[in-house]
């Protein structure tokens, strides 16, 4: 495989609000690397400071301390045109599209062409073509923003967002107010604009939904800091923090799976020699015949609760909820994770007083972050 080559890359980021009666750390001591043709995911509630962080790539953000560096530059070191020229090889997109209402798709499009472009007016006009022909809207040029759907909205954006030829595209929530169909139609055109203009894509988002679809690689943020990163694989079959752990099993609907089992009599008053446990494997493991093994080897049987497998990056990734009986469930579970696999061992009691502490916050009205 070619080397990666670093794209972005931020080092020691710090930013901090000081407000009259208090400061907020939004972002601390972040480094991130981000390669030339990733699809780099950063998930995590609100409030975790994504979209500080984000804009600190493009400077509309200024750390309080660390460097920023973007395709061998150091753009914390720009200032004026200087800045606003390399700005330009970043792109953005937003929750809310941030189009101009009383202009044309058109015009919209060409907007940030008429600043400090060298191109002549027939280009720019081939240049909006070219762009609303990439994203599907040849035919909406002439329309008003107002008479378009939501994702065409974010695909006018995009367009727009495109107009400089960059380098890079900040994606922050940018489907989070559309529905799950237009959601993966959006998706979907990052992806084929990753692979067929090389484009390094930075997507932020709340949703592990997202960063599955079409991530390469993700970093999970809490209270300003990355908690985890890692490529979405081994994120995917062997998270090591709780909360990455929530924000897959909400993806997977593990969750609600793990509520309702929890719920059963049977689950409450597991035996001794029984686990109620959850298995995630990606790619080679998912042939193996563990289940079998646990019999032949441990004489363990195996109740199976629920399962899924998802194809991530042509890999199967599975999970796997059952409940394990024998003498002999604990060295079979230390057999199965030496074959690879994520074992997570549930405590009944105490996932059913988490739960029952989670639904009262949420009763309270009691965000995440
Ligand atoms: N300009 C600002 N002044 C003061 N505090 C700010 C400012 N911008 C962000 N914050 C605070 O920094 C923290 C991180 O906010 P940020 O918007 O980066 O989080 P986020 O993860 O992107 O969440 P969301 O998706 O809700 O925007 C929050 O506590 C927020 O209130």
């Known amino acids: ?47 975790a400071g994504k979209s500080t962080l984000v804009r600190v790539i493009n400077q509309l953000q200024l750390q309080t301390n660390g460097t920023v560096t973007v395709n061998g530059q150091r753009l914390d070191q ?84 495109l107009a400089n030829d960059p380098e890079i595209l900040i994606s922050d929530e940018a489907t989070s107010a559309l529905d799950p169909k237009t959601t993966g139609s959006i998706l979907a055109l990052l992806k084929r604009l990753n692979e067929t203009l090389g484009l390094t894509v930075v997507l932020i988002t709340h949703e592990m939904q997202a960063v599955k679809a079409i991530c390469n690689r993700v970093a999970v943020m809490q209270s300003g800091e990355i908690i985890e990163r890692g490529d979405l694989l081994t994120i995917f079959s062997n998270p090591k923090e709780q909360l990455t752990q929530e924000f897959i099993e909400t993806s997977t609907q593990v969750d609600s799976a793990l509520a309702n089992v929890v719920s059963q009599p049977r689950i409450q008053q597991l035996g001794v020699d029984e686990r109620l446990v959850v298995l995630s ?46 003498t002999a469930v604990d060295d079979a579970l230390a057999y199965v994770k030496g074959q690879g696999v994520h074992v997570r061992v549930i405590d009944v009691p105490k996932y059913r007083a988490e739960l029952a502490n989670k639904a009262a916050k949420a009763n309270r009205g009691e965000g995440d972050a």
Request: proline share 3%.
């Open 1 to 47: 495989m070619a080397e990666a080559t670093p794209m972005i890359e931020l080092s020691g980021i710090d930013v901090t609000f000081k407000e009259a009666d208090r400061t907020v750390s939004a972002v601390k001591q972040v480094d991130l690397t981000v390669n030339k043709g990733d699809i780099y995911g950063i998930v995590g509630y609100s409030g």
């Open 78 to 161: 720009l200032h004026g045109k200087a800045l606003r020229q390399a700005r330009t090889k970043i792109g953005m997109i937003f929750q809310h599209f941030n189009l101009m209402n009383e202009r044309t798709i058109g015009d919209n499009v060409r907007f940030p062409l008429l600043l400090g472009t060298t191109l002549s007016k027939q280009q720019q006009l081939d240049k909006v073509d070219e762009l609303l022909a990439l994203v599907g809207l040849s035919d909406k040029k002439n329309d008003y923003p107002a008479q378009l759907s939501g994702g065409q909205k974010q695909r006018v954006a995009i367009a727009r967002a």
């Open 281 to 326: 494997y990606a790619g080679a493991s998912t042939d193996d015949p563990l289940i079998a093994q646990l019999y032949e080897q441990f004489k363990v049987t195996p109740n199976i609760l629920f399962g899924n497998v998802e194809i991530l990056q042509k890999t199967p990734v599975g999970t796997l909820g059952l409940v394990l009986s024998g």
